[in-house]
């Protein structure tokens, strides 16, 4: 079983709905992101959460908002969705306390959503 | 400006050749740390450097970081149709526990 799911896998929806993609994860992580890619971007980080009580914005956030219901749940919603949030968005976490420290965290993702805002 | 310039953007090869991807910075990184992403999948870590001057080998690959730790390298001997994937690299500057991706590096292997 993968240790980070996300669901759904792939969203058809129009302009101005409100959508929400989550994020589960069974590998006991403390740390989730939310992180969306475009053709040529690359990675770019929305939101990202420490722990269940911490929420941080990341490079991208405006038009996005995030839950995190639990060590194992990081929500993330459109608003309001618009044409150009359309995207392949991918869910990761990361352990904290590892003996390189922070500079040799691992990023496990998930296997991503497919976005399309009409 | 891209804080992390991957290059090239795009490489189409035959099986059996030899490649390098560069990913190139003005400022240091702490640690450098190379992804593979396959089609429909997320990222997955392959390496971690963290030295100036490191060097790593995973088998056909190799990476190094570079001395003064603004660049790293990743080279591939004798390509295989199974190394086709988006490469991307991601720096951590200082202690921040959130990595700068760059923007990838598309490679498809061809039999």
């Known amino acids: 079983d993968a240790d980070v799911t996300q669901t759904p896998r792939n969203r058809i929806t129009k302009t101005g709905k409100r959508i929400m993609l989550e994020c589960s994860q069974t590998?006991?992580?403390?740390?989730m992101y939310w992180y969306r890619q475009d053709p040529g971007l690359g990675l770019r980080l929305i939101y990202y959460?420490?722990?269940?009580?911490?929420?941080n914005k990341g490079e991208i956030s405006d038009g996005y908002s995030v839950s995190r219901q639990a060590q194992a749940k990081f929500s993330l919603s459109l608003e309001s969705a618009i044409p150009n949030q359309t995207a392949l968005y991918f869910c990761a976490t990361s352990d904290f306390g590892l003996a390189g420290g922070p500079r040799e965290e691992t990023q496990y993702f998930g296997p991503g959503t497919r976005l399309l805002v009409l | 400006t891209q804080l992390l310039e991957q290059s090239p953007q795009f490489l189409s090869i035959q099986e059996g050749e030899n490649l390098t991807v560069y990913c190139n910075s003005s400022s240091v990184f702490s640690s450098l740390q190379w992804y593979r992403q396959e089609p429909g999948e997320g990222p997955v870590l392959l390496v971690t450097?963290?030295?100036?001057?490191e060097v790593k080998k995973l088998k056909r690959l190799t990476f190094q970081f570079g001395d003064a730790r603004k660049d790293s390298s990743l080279h591939i001997t004798a390509a295989q149709p199974g190394d086709t994937g988006l490469y991307l690299c991601a720096g951590r500057r200082g202690g921040s526990y959130i990595p700068t991706f760059g923007r990838g590096t598309s490679l498809i292997v061809h039999p």
């Open positions: 590998k006991g992580h403390d740390r």
């Open positions: 450097v963290v030295t100036g001057g």
């Open positions: 959460s420490f722990d269940v009580k911490d929420i």
